[in-house]
């Protein structure tokens, strides 16, 4: 997503970072991910109304009968319907940015229903290895280098 528009606290998207295609995505992506952890997952809290949870990367956290804890999962509406997906990589971007303490990132594609969720340090590990520096990395859910990283599933 863009920068805020207001700095004042607003829980709806559009008035906080614009009404853009990619804004747009993002929210389809949240609601198709929301849609399907309620399926999925014994608890499923969703904290798009809580600003210090959204600051942390939380916009939903999710737990599972016989997990001992419960996740924090940050979702990405820029998944293309070709597989690949992009990772901000900037220092104070949501990977990297040390006040996000989510566990898990998801990359949705709202076309096709197309998911890849990873473990967001790990992947930092995982770039940090190559010494990729840009601040925004194209990825491919297809690419057989993170592989052992990521989880691919559908959303509908």
Same mark, same amino acid.
């Given at each position: ?14 008035? =906080? ?11 389809? =992506?949240?609601?198709? &991910?929301?849609? !399907?952890?309620? *399926?999925? &997952? ?20 999710? !737990? *599972? ?5 419960? &996740?924090?999962?940050?979702? *990405? ?16 971007? !949501? %990977? ?18 197309? =998911?890849?969720? &990873?473990?967001? *340090? ?15 990395? %194209? ?18």
């Amino acid at each position: 997503m863009s920068d805020r528009l207001t700095k004042e606290w607003t829980t709806d998207t559009i008035e =906080a970072f614009g009404d853009t295609p990619s804004v747009r995505k993002g929210i389809v =992506a949240e609601q198709m &991910y929301l849609d !399907w952890a309620n *399926k999925v &997952y014994n608890r499923v809290t969703d904290h798009s109304s809580d600003r210090t949870k959204q600051v942390k990367g939380f916009d939903f956290s999710i !737990w *599972k009968e016989g997990w001992r804890n419960e &996740y924090g999962v940050d979702v *990405k509406g820029n998944m293309y319907s070709n597989g690949n997906f992009y990772i901000e990589n900037d220092p104070k971007g !949501w %990977l990297r940015n040390p006040k996000k303490t989510n566990h898990r990132v998801v990359h949705i594609c709202a076309d096709t229903g197309w =998911a890849i969720e &990873y473990d967001r *340090k790990k992947m930092i590990e995982h770039l940090d290895s190559l010494n990729i520096k840009e601040d925004s990395v %194209l990825m491919s859910s297809f690419d057989v280098n993170i592989k052992s990283l990521v989880r691919k599933f559908k959303v509908n």
